[in-house]
């Protein structure tokens, strides 16, 4: 069974292969959003970009393909800015192998890079 490695909250979760990250990460206790965003959010239909995470040490290859909407919803936001090739929605990522992730991360709004990246 694949493995999600939560960084922040050094925490590792075994889910069954294409299982969806951001309900995994809920399911076990992880904080997927920030602040209000934790009861005011899309539940998972990809619209709000709150449950924003970064997949780290290349990891993406273990994660679904990201769709259409995705792509859409993550080309029109200014978080992304700078970590494009490392940036998901949480609620639209199957978990296919064993990923590194880190949740909330912090915002980028002019293409800095982050620490630790």
């Not at 292969?17 to 920030?34: E, I, K, P, Q, Y």
């Not at 090739?85 to 199957?94: A, G, N, Y």
Request: with cysteine; hydrophobic share 35%.
């Amino acid at each position: 069974m694949p493995k999600i490695r939560f960084l922040k909250e050094a925490k590792d979760v075994e889910v069954p292969s294409g299982a969806n990250l951001r309900d995994s990460g809920l399911t076990h206790g992880v904080a997927m959003h920030r602040g209000i965003n934790k009861y005011l959010n899309c539940l998972g239909h990809g619209t709000c970009g709150t449950c924003r995470v970064l997949v780290k040490n290349d990891t993406m290859k273990h994660c679904s393909p990201k769709g259409l909407w995705e792509k859409l919803r993550l080309a029109l936001s200014w978080f992304a800015i700078g970590v494009e090739s490392e940036i998901r929605l949480s609620c639209q990522t199957k978990v296919l192998g064993d990923v590194d992730v880190e949740t909330t991360p912090e915002l980028n709004l002019f293409g800095k890079p982050l620490k630790g990246v």
